[in-house]
C-alpha cells in the first residue's frame, strides 16, 4: 500500500496466527504499488474496517495487550492507517496499551450496586493477594453484587459474581480462576411461572439446545412470520403498540415500517445488546438464559423490515452470553433457521456477533454503528437517523433486546391481544431489575401499570425492613425518586407524567443507612468516565460535575455550586450531542432536589 | 467557499431566522445563512475547507420544534424552519460552552475572532474552581523537531488538524484522536514522535488550528521569548515559486524576517493547504 506508513515492529507468533486466523477467508489487504490510497485503495479496503474491532479482541487476547507490532500487522493486512487504528483502540477500556505485569486482569465492578456491599473491600483484598486489578463501571451482575470480570491471555474471559447471601471474596475468585468453569444461577425468581411471557424459558430450557427451544414453542413465531409476510408483521407489531425497552420508549411499528419503506438497499437489521446502563442486567439474562429467543426475533425483524443482515452488538463484559449466543447461531445455521433460504422459504438472513470492548457511549446506536464500522465508537449528529442513514449510511433498524424478544409473543397472541396486556399506551411487559437492598434481587416481569411499590414487594421487600431512603428510577440517566413515588403505575405516560423514566427498567433501593452522597458521586464519576470526549459540553461538563459531587462529599462545596450543577445540566441537555450528555445530569439533580446530599452526620 | 457549486437543479426554500423572513437554497447549512445575512457566528471545529464535524457546540441555535438546541454548521437549514440565533438559550449555551473550554484549556494564544467571542460571550470560568485545584490538560509542549510545535495544553479538540491531515486535505492520516472522555487528545500511534510517524509536515494542521495549540517552531519561540507581535507583522501574499501548481502563499512577516506562511483558505488552488516547501521552505529568501 503505496500511501500507507506503517510502523517496524513485529507481531508475536501468537498476534500473527491470531489475525491470519481472522483473515482467513479473504486474506491480506493487497494494495498494488502504484494505487494511490487515497484514490482507489481505500476504497478497495472500506469494508475490510470493520474487522477492526474484532482484530483488536484477537490482539488482546493473544499478548494481554494491544502491542505496537500486534497494531501494526492488522493495521497492514487490514490497510488501516495506524494513528487511527491507536485512537479506536485507546477508546475501550478492556483494551490494554501497556505490556501486560500478569496474565489475568481482574476487572472489579465498583459501581453504584456492588459498593453497596464491598466492592472496594473486594479491591484492596484483591490486590493484596497479588493480583492485576482495575476498578470497573457496572458489569451487569447487580443481583449478585459484587462482581468481577476477569480477562486473559489466551483463555476465555470468566466471570464471578456473589453467590446467594454471601459476599464475593478474593477466595472465591480464585476458585473461579483454577476452576475455569462457572455458570452463574440465573436469577429470575418468577422462574417457571405461568405469567411470564418474556422470561417464560429463562431457567427452564437448556440454553444451548436448540431442540429444546423448539420444544417450547420455539421458531413457531418465525415460522407465523413467514406465512403472513413482512408487511403483516410490522402490522401486528404496530397494533401491539409496542415501544422501545432500551430507555426511550419509541414505537417499534413506526421504525420498522420507516426502515420497510426505505428505497435504499441493503438493508440491516441491529440488536443493540450493548446493555451498560449502570443496574441494568435484564438483557443479560434473556441472552443467557434463552438465546435463541433473540436470534429468532432478530430473524423475524430482518425478514419484516427486508434486511439480510443482522447484528448482534454484545457488550464485552458478557462472556457467558457471547459464547451461548454463537452457539445459538451456529445451532440456527446448521438448523436452516439462519442462512440462505430459511425455512424452505426464499428468505435469506444472517447475523454477526459483534463484542464491544468496554464502552457504556457504545449503546448510543449511532456510536454502535461506528464501533462495528471500526471507528471510534462517538456518536454522529442526528438527523439524519438510521432508519435513512445508519450502519454503513444505510437503512437500519436498531433494537434492544428485550424489545426484539417482545415481538415473539406479539406474533403468538396477535397484536390486539398483546396490547390488552398493560395499559392504554404502555401495552405489555416490561423487565424490572431489582438490585440494591431488596431481598430477592433478580429480573422480574410484569405487565405495565404495577406500581412501584408492587415492584419491590415482589422482590421481597426492602431488606430487614428497613426503611427506603431513595429508589434510583431508570438507571444512572434515570433519577432518583423516594417512597413518595411508591404508588405510582409504571407507565410510560405515569412516570413521564411524574418527571421520571423508566428508562432501561432499573429499581434499585436504598436504605436509611446507605451513603447516597457516595452514590451520587459515583454516578457523576460513570458519566465522566464513560464521556466518549467528542463534544465540549459533555466532555468537560461531565467533569466539572464530578468535581461539584466531590466538593459535596467532602463537604467543601463553593457557595455557587449548585447554580453551576444546574447550568451544566441545562446546557448538557441542550448542546450535547447525543443522549448520554444529555441525560448525565438528571440523576445527580433529582438527588439534590430530594435533599440526598445532605449528610446525617 | 460558500457558494453552492452548481449541480443538478435545487429547489429554493425559506426559513425565518431571527425573525426575518429568508430565502436559502436546499441543502444550505444554517451557518451558511447567518453567514449570508451577516449574524456573527461562533466557530471552533467549523472551517470552510473542512467537513463539519460539529463537536465544539459553540455554534448551537434553537430550532423551534426541536427539543434541543442543533448546530448550526452542520444542520441544513428545512422549508418553514423558524430559526433563533440570540435567544437566552442559546447565548446561555455558548457561553458556558467557552466556559468550560476556558476552565480547561489555556486560550490565550487562540486567533483574535475566537477572543472577540469570547469577550462577547462574557466568558468567565471562575466559578469552576482555580486550575489547580480542577482537570485541566496542562501540559508540557510537544517539541520534537525545527517546523513546528505541538502545544496541547492549548488542544480544545476540534478535530480540525485531524481531517486536515486526512481525508480533507492530506490523506496522510499520521494523528487521530486517542483516549476517551476528558482523556482523549490528538495523538499519533502509540505517541510516537512526529519524524517516526506518518507526518509529512505539510504543516496543514497548523494551518487549521483556531487556538495555537499547533504552531511555526518560529512563533512558538518569538512568543517564548515574548517578541511575537502581530500587529507589526506585514502579510504579503505571493505565488509559490517551487512548483508549477501555482499554490497562493501568504508571507507573515516581522522585522523583515519570514515568520509563518499561510495560505487563503478560499484559494481555488490551495483551499488554504500547503506542501512542506511551501508552508516550511522560505530559509533561501533570507539567506
Given at each position: 500500500?503505496?500511501?500507507?506508513?506503517?510502523?517496524?515492529?513485529?507481531?508475536?507468533?501468537?498476534?500473527?496466527?491470531?489475525?491470519?486466523?481472522?483473515?482467513?477467508?479473504?486474506?491480506?489487504?493487497?494494495?498494488?504499488?502504484?494505487?494511490?490510497?487515497?484514490?482507489?485503495?481505500?476504497?478497495?479496503?472500506?469494508?475490510?474496517?470493520?474487522?477492526?474491532?474484532?482484530?483488536?479482541?484477537?490482539?488482546?487476547?493473544?499478548?494481554?495487550?494491544?502491542?505496537?507490532?500486534?497494531?501494526?500487522?492488522?493495521?497492514?493486512?487490514?490497510?488501516?492507517?495506524?494513528?487511527?487504528?491507536?485512537?479506536?483502540?485507546?477508546?475501550?477500556?478492556?483494551?490494554?496499551?501497556?505490556?501486560?505485569?500478569?496474565?489475568?486482569?481482574?476487572?472489579?465492578?465498583?459501581?453504584?450496586?456492588?459498593?453497596?456491599?464491598?466492592?472496594?473491600?473486594?479491591?484492596?483484598?484483591?490486590?493484596?493477594?497479588?493480583?492485576?486489578?482495575?476498578?470497573?463501571?457496572?458489569?451487569?451482575?447487580?443481583?449478585?453484587?459484587?462482581?468481577?470480570?476477569?480477562?486473559?491471555?489466551?483463555?476465555?474471559?470468566?466471570?464471578?459474581?456473589?453467590?446467594?447471601?454471601?459476599?464475593?471474596?478474593?477466595?472465591?475468585?480464585?476458585?473461579?480462576?483454577?476452576?475455569?468453569?462457572?455458570?452463574?444461577?440465573?436469577?429470575?425468581?418468577?422462574?417457571?411461572?405461568?405469567?411470564?411471557?418474556?422470561?417464560?424459558?429463562?431457567?427452564?430450557?437448556?440454553?444451548?439446545?436448540?431442540?429444546?427451544?423448539?420444544?417450547?414453542?420455539?421458531?413457531?413465531?418465525?415460522?407465523?412470520?413467514?406465512?403472513?409476510?413482512?408487511?403483516?408483521?410490522?402490522?401486528?407489531?404496530?397494533?401491539?403498540?409496542?415501544?422501545?425497552?432500551?430507555?426511550?420508549?419509541?414505537?417499534?411499528?413506526?421504525?420498522?415500517?420507516?426502515?420497510?419503506?426505505?428505497?435504499?438497499?441493503?438493508?440491516?437489521?441491529?440488536?443493540?445488546?450493548?446493555?451498560?446502563?449502570?443496574?441494568?442486567?435484564?438483557?443479560?439474562?434473556?441472552?443467557?438464559?434463552?438465546?435463541?429467543?433473540?436470534?429468532?426475533?432478530?430473524?423475524?425483524?430482518?425478514?419484516?423490515?427486508?434486511?439480510?443482515?443482522?447484528?448482534?452488538?454484545l457488550r464485552g463484559e458478557y462472556p457467558v452470553a457471547a459464547e451461548r449466543l454463537e452457539n445459538a447461531i451456529t445451532e440456527a445455521r446448521k438448523k436452516g433457521f439462519l442462512g440462505e433460504n430459511i425455512a424452505g422459504t426464499e428468505f435469506n438472513f444472517d447475523i454477526h456477533l459483534y463484542k464491544g470492548a468496554g464502552a457504556y457511549i457504545c449503546g448510543e446506536e449511532t456510536a454502535l454503528f461506528n464501533s462495528i464500522e471500526g471507528f471510534r465508537g462517538e456518536p454522529r449528529n442526528k438527523p439524519p437517523f438510521p432508519t435513512t442513514h445508519g450502519l454503513f449510511g444505510e437503512p437500519t433498524a436498531i433494537n434492544n433486546v428485550e424489545t426484539l424478544v417482545n415481538v415473539l409473543s406479539i406474533l403468538t397472541l396477535g397484536g390486539e391481544k398483546y396490547a390488552m396486556q398493560g395499559t392504554g399506551n404502555s401495552t405489555g411487559t416490561r423487565l424490572f431489575c431489582l438490585s440494591g437492598r431488596v431481598v430477592n434481587p433478580g429480573v422480574y416481569e410484569h405487565p405495565f401499570g404495577i406500581t412501584l411499590r408492587e415492584v419491590i414487594e415482589a422482590a421481597g421487600g426492602v431488606t430487614n425492613s428497613k426503611k427506603i431512603k431513595a429508589i434510583l428510577l431508570g438507571g444512572a440517566a434515570g433519577s432518583f425518586v423516594t417512597s413518595n413515588y411508591l404508588d405510582l403505575p409504571m407507565?410510560?405516560?405515569?412516570?413521564?407524567?411524574?418527571?421520571?423514566?423508566?428508562?432501561?427498567?432499573?429499581?434499585?433501593?436504598?436504605?436509611?443507612?446507605?451513603?447516597?452522597?457516595?452514590?451520587?458521586?459515583?454516578?457523576?464519576?460513570?458519566?465522566?468516565?464513560?464521556?466518549?470526549?467528542?463534544?465540549?459540553?459533555?466532555?468537560?461538563?461531565?467533569?466539572?460535575?464530578?468535581?461539584?459531587?466531590?466538593?459535596?462529599?467532602?463537604?467543601?462545596?463553593?457557595?455557587?455550586?449548585?447554580?453551576?450543577?444546574?447550568?451544566?445540566?441545562?446546557?448538557?441537555?441542550?448542546?450535547?450531542?447525543?443522549?448520554?450528555?444529555?441525560?448525565?445530569?438528571?440523576?445527580?439533580?433529582?438527588?439534590?432536589?430530594?435533599?440526598?446530599?445532605?449528610?446525617?452526620? | 467557499?460558500?457558494?453552492?457549486?452548481?449541480?443538478?437543479?435545487?429547489?429554493?426554500?425559506?426559513?425565518?431566522?431571527?425573525?426575518?423572513?429568508?430565502?436559502?437554497?436546499?441543502?444550505?447549512?444554517?451557518?451558511?445563512?447567518?453567514?449570508?445575512?451577516?449574524?456573527?457566528?461562533?466557530?471552533?471545529?467549523?472551517?470552510?475547507?473542512?467537513?463539519?464535524?460539529?463537536?465544539?457546540?459553540?455554534?448551537?441555535?434553537?430550532?423551534?420544534?426541536?427539543?434541543?438546541?442543533?448546530?448550526?454548521?452542520?444542520?441544513?437549514?428545512?422549508?418553514?424552519?423558524?430559526?433563533?440565533?440570540?435567544?437566552?438559550?442559546?447565548?446561555?449555551?455558548?457561553?458556558?460552552?467557552?466556559?468550560?473550554?476556558?476552565?480547561?484549556?489555556?486560550?490565550?494564544?487562540?486567533?483574535?475572532?475566537?477572543?472577540?467571542?469570547?469577550?462577547?460571550?462574557?466568558?468567565?470560568?471562575?466559578?469552576?474552581?482555580?486550575?489547580?485545584?480542577?482537570?485541566?490538560?496542562?501540559?508540557?509542549?510537544?517539541?520534537?523537531?525545527?517546523?513546528?510545535?505541538?502545544?496541547?495544553?492549548?488542544?480544545?479538540?476540534?478535530?480540525?488538524?485531524?481531517?486536515?491531515?486526512?481525508?480533507?486535505?492530506?490523506?496522510?492520516?499520521?494523528?487521530?484522536?486517542?483516549?476517551?472522555?476528558?482523556?482523549?487528545?490528538?495523538?499519533?500511534?502509540?505517541?510516537?514522535?512526529?519524524?517516526?510517524?506518518?507526518?509529512?509536515?505539510?504543516?496543514?494542521?497548523?494551518?487549521?488550528?483556531?487556538?495555537?495549540?499547533?504552531?511555526?517552531?518560529?512563533?512558538?519561540?518569538?512568543?517564548?521569548?515574548?517578541?511575537?507581535?502581530?500587529?507589526?507583522?506585514?502579510?504579503?501574499?505571493?505565488?509559490?515559486?517551487?512548483?508549477?501548481?501555482?499554490?497562493?502563499?501568504?508571507?507573515?512577516?516581522?522585522?523583515?524576517?519570514?515568520?509563518?506562511?499561510?495560505?487563503?483558505?478560499?484559494?481555488?488552488?490551495?483551499?488554504?493547504?500547503?506542501?512542506?516547501?511551501?508552508?516550511?521552505?522560505?530559509?533561501?529568501?533570507?539567506?
Amino acid at each position: 500500500m503505496s500511501d500507507l506508513k506503517f510502523g517496524t515492529e513485529e507481531p508475536t507468533a501468537e498476534e500473527k496466527t491470531a489475525i491470519d486466523e481472522l483473515l482467513s477467508e479473504i486474506g491480506p489487504a493487497e494494495i498494488k504499488l502504484d494505487e494511490r490510497f487515497v484514490v482507489g485503495g481505500r476504497t478497495r479496503v472500506k469494508d475490510r474496517r470493520r474487522l477492526l474491532l474484532p482484530a483488536l479482541h484477537e490482539l488482546q487476547n493473544a499478548s494481554g495487550w494491544i502491542s505496537p507490532g500486534g497494531l501494526n500487522y492488522a493495521c497492514k493486512v487490514l490497510g488501516i492507517p495506524p494513528a487511527e487504528a491507536y485512537g479506536v483502540a485507546t477508546f475501550y477500556h478492556l483494551f490494554s496499551h501497556e505490556s501486560p505485569e500478569a496474565k489475568d486482569l481482574i476487572h472489579v465492578c465498583d459501581d453504584v450496586a456492588c459498593r453497596l456491599v464491598g466492592a472496594e473491600t473486594l479491591i484492596k483484598d484483591l490486590k493484596d493477594s497479588g493480583y492485576k486489578v482495575k476498578p470497573s463501571p457496572c458489569l451487569g451482575q447487580c443481583e449478585r453484587a459484587p462482581s468481577v470480570l476477569i480477562q486473559r491471555t489466551n483463555k476465555k474471559d470468566l466471570t464471578a459474581v456473589a453467590e446467594s447471601n454471601n459476599s464475593l471474596t478474593a477466595v472465591n475468585v480464585e476458585q473461579v480462576l483454577t476452576s475455569e468453569t462457572v455458570t452463574p444461577q440465573m436469577t429470575v425468581p418468577q422462574k417457571g411461572s405461568e405469567a411470564l411471557s418474556l422470561l417464560s424459558r429463562v431457567g427452564v430450557v437448556d440454553p444451548e439446545s436448540i431442540e429444546g427451544y423448539i420444544k417450547l414453542n420455539g421458531y413457531d413465531a418465525l415460522k407465523k412470520a413467514l406465512t403472513i409476510g413482512p408487511d403483516k408483521v410490522i402490522e401486528e407489531v404496530t397494533t401491539s403498540k409496542l415501544s422501545g425497552r432500551g430507555g426511550a420508549a419509541f414505537p417499534t411499528g413506526v421504525k420498522w415500517r420507516a426502515v420497510a419503506d426505505q428505497v435504499g438497499r441493503p438493508r440491516h437489521l441491529v440488536c443493540n445488546a450493548d446493555e451498560s446502563e449502570p443496574g441494568t442486567f435484564k438483557d443479560r439474562t434473556i441472552m443467557e438464559g434463552d438465546p435463541f429467543a433473540v436470534i429468532e426475533a432478530m430473524t423475524i425483524a430482518g425478514f419484516s423490515i427486508g434486511a439480510e443482515q443482522g447484528w448482534l452488538y454484545l457488550r464485552g463484559e458478557y462472556p457467558v452470553a457471547a459464547e451461548r449466543l454463537e452457539n445459538a447461531i451456529t445451532e440456527a445455521r446448521k438448523k436452516g433457521f439462519l442462512g440462505e433460504n430459511i425455512a424452505g422459504t426464499e428468505f435469506n438472513f444472517d447475523i454477526h456477533l459483534y463484542k464491544g470492548a468496554g464502552a457504556y457511549i457504545c449503546g448510543e446506536e449511532t456510536a454502535l454503528f461506528n464501533s462495528i464500522e471500526g471507528f471510534r465508537g462517538e456518536p454522529r449528529n442526528k438527523p439524519p437517523f438510521p432508519t435513512t442513514h445508519g450502519l454503513f449510511g444505510e437503512p437500519t433498524a436498531i433494537n434492544n433486546v428485550e424489545t426484539l424478544v417482545n415481538v415473539l409473543s406479539i406474533l403468538t397472541l396477535g397484536g390486539e391481544k398483546y396490547a390488552m396486556q398493560g395499559t392504554g399506551n404502555s401495552t405489555g411487559t416490561r423487565l424490572f431489575c431489582l438490585s440494591g437492598r431488596v431481598v430477592n434481587p433478580g429480573v422480574y416481569e410484569h405487565p405495565f401499570g404495577i406500581t412501584l411499590r408492587e415492584v419491590i414487594e415482589a422482590a421481597g421487600g426492602v431488606t430487614n425492613s428497613k426503611k427506603i431512603k431513595a429508589i434510583l428510577l431508570g438507571g444512572a440517566a434515570g433519577s432518583f425518586v423516594t417512597s413518595n413515588y411508591l404508588d405510582l403505575p409504571m407507565t410510560l405516560e405515569d412516570t413521564r407524567e411524574a418527571g421520571v423514566s423508566l428508562g432501561s427498567g432499573v429499581v434499585m433501593v436504598f436504605d436509611e443507612s446507605d451513603d447516597l452522597p457516595d452514590t451520587v458521586r459515583r454516578i457523576a464519576q460513570f458519566f465522566r468516565d464513560e464521556s466518549c470526549g467528542q463534544c465540549v459540553p459533555c466532555r468537560v461538563g461531565t467533569v466539572r460535575q464530578e468535581e461539584v459531587l466531590a466538593r459535596f462529599t467532602r463537604n467543601t462545596p463553593f457557595d455557587t455550586d449548585e447554580e453551576l450543577l444546574e447550568d451544566l445540566s441545562t446546557v448538557m441537555k441542550d448542546a450535547s450531542i447525543c443522549g448520554l450528555g444529555h441525560t448525565a445530569s438528571g440523576a445527580v439533580l433529582s438527588a439534590i432536589n430530594l435533599g440526598l446530599l445532605e449528610r446525617t452526620l | 467557499m460558500n457558494e453552492i457549486p452548481v449541480g443538478a437543479p435545487r429547489s429554493q426554500i425559506e426559513v425565518q431566522i431571527d425573525g426575518k423572513q429568508v430565502k436559502a437554497v436546499e441543502g444550505a447549512t444554517i451557518l451558511n445563512i447567518c453567514q449570508k445575512e451577516g449574524i456573527d457566528t461562533p466557530t471552533l471545529c467549523w472551517a470552510e475547507n473542512l467537513t463539519p464535524v460539529n463537536v465544539c457546540r459553540v455554534c448551537v441555535v434553537e430550532v423551534e420544534g426541536s427539543r434541543t438546541l442543533v448546530p448550526s454548521c452542520s444542520r441544513p437549514a428545512e422549508d418553514g424552519m423558524v430559526i433563533s440565533t440570540d435567544s437566552d438559550r442559546v447565548r446561555k449555551s455558548r457561553k458556558l460552552v467557552f466556559e468550560l473550554l476556558d476552565s480547561s484549556v489555556e486560550m490565550d494564544r487562540s486567533t483574535a475572532e475566537v477572543k472577540e467571542w469570547m469577550e462577547h460571550y462574557e466568558v468567565d470560568s471562575s466559578r469552576m474552581g482555580s486550575k489547580n485545584e480542577i482537570a485541566t490538560v496542562a501540559q508540557p509542549p510537544k517539541i520534537q523537531d525545527s517546523l513546528y510545535v505541538r502545544d496541547y495544553e492549548r488542544c480544545i479538540l476540534c478535530y480540525k488538524c485531524v481531517e486536515a491531515c486526512g481525508e480533507d486535505a492530506q490523506h496522510t492520516f499520521a494523528i487521530a484522536t486517542a483516549g476517551r472522555g476528558f482523556d482523549a487528545h490528538i495523538s499519533t500511534e502509540f505517541d510516537v514522535s512526529l519524524p517516526d510517524s506518518a507526518c509529512v509536515y505539510c504543516g496543514n494542521c497548523i494551518g487549521v488550528c483556531p487556538t495555537g495549540a499547533l504552531v511555526f517552531k518560529t512563533e512558538h519561540d518569538m512568543r517564548e521569548e515574548g517578541t511575537w507581535d502581530e500587529e507589526t507583522q506585514e502579510v504579503t501574499t505571493t505565488v509559490c515559486s517551487f512548483c508549477g501548481v501555482g499554490c497562493n502563499l501568504e508571507l507573515h512577516v516581522q522585522d523583515e524576517k519570514i515568520v509563518k506562511v499561510t495560505s487563503p483558505a478560499d484559494h481555488s488552488v490551495t483551499s488554504g493547504h500547503l506542501c512542506i516547501k511551501g508552508r516550511f521552505g522560505w530559509q533561501h529568501v533570507q539567506s
